[in-house]
C-alpha cells in the first residue's frame, strides 16, 4: 500500500460479508470507496462505549454515517450490493505537533513551530 493514510483495504464480494479485527489509534477516519458517493466517518476514542459494528454497503452509499469506536474495534463489512466492492479506511487530516499552526513573538519564530 502506497498511501500512508490508508490503514486498510478490504474487498467484499456481492451479497456477502466480511468482518475486520484491528487496533486503531485514537483518531478520525473515513470508510470509503471509490465506487460511492458517500462516505462513513468514524471516530476512534478509548471513551467510546462499544467497539463493534456494521457498515453497510447499497449503492451508491454506506450506513451508517458516523460511528464512534474503541481502539480494538470489529467492522463488519455488509455488501448488500450485485457487485464486488473494494472498501478502504482510512486517518483524516494530519496531527499536529503543536496547539497552533503558527506562533511568533515579534519577528522571531519560536524553532519547531509549524508554518
Known amino acids: 500500500m502506497n498511501a500512508p493514510q ?11 460479508s466480511r468482518t475486520l479485527e484491528m487496533q486503531l489509534s485514537p483518531w478520525k477516519y473515513q470508510v470509503r470507496s ?5 462516505q462513513s466517518f468514524l471516530q476512534i476514542s478509548p471513551d467510546a462505549k462499544s467497539s463493534s ?13 458516523t460511528l464512534e469506536l ?6 463488519t463489512f455488509e455488501n448488500n450490493d450485485e457487485q464486488d466492492i473494494c472498501v478502504m479506511i482510512e486517518r483524516n487530516g494530519r496531527k499536529r505537533k503543536c496547539g497552533h499552526s503558527r506562533e511568533s513573538h515579534g519577528n522571531e519564530r519560536i524553532p519547531g513551530a509549524l508554518l
Open 6 to 16: 490508508i490503514v486498510a483495504q478490504q474487498y467484499i464480494t456481492a451479497r456477502k
Open 34 to 38: 471509490l465506487k460511492l458517493e458517500t
Open 53 to 65: 459494528a456494521t457498515i453497510k454497503i447499497h449503492r451508491p452509499t454506506l450506513e451508517p454515517v
Open 70 to 75: 474503541s481502539p480494538f474495534i470489529t467492522l
